[in-house]
């Protein structure tokens, strides 16, 4: 068996008035990220970790935010899309280990819905997906509430 880690990183600047999507659940807040599809963060994070992982490119390669097709998608589509190419390559998803950093709201309560969406998506046990929260401290666009980041760091096998 061959083990790979794929790496994922998103932002997206937070504006009034969007719905806060993260790990596709809507989180109840004043504000939401500003993107083409629904700002996901982890999802968008989390697609770039399995496909980096499988060596099979970015986010922005399979779904260019150019295509009207994905204005205002739910990203789980896009997490399913990468599940199916993965599969094709016959990879399996080992692990998810994510970092989701925002100032406010605290996201904890939300983990385990977020955890089941990824999971069903994925078609993956919900153990396999591990979830953290951070702020930013109060420094840099985070800290200010003006943007929501994370990382995730995916494991395959072959
Ligand atoms: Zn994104």
Redesign the pocket.
Known sequence: MSVRCGIGY???RLADGRKLMIGGIEVPFDKG?V???D???L???LVDALLGGAGLGD?GTHFPDSDPKWKGAN?LLFLEHARKLLEEKHFSIEHIDAVVILERPRLGPHFPKMREALAKSLRVPTERIHLKAKTNEGVDAVGRGEAIACHVVATLSL
């Open positions: 998103d932002l997206h990220p993107g083409h599809s700002g996901d963060v999802a968008h994070a986010i990203s």
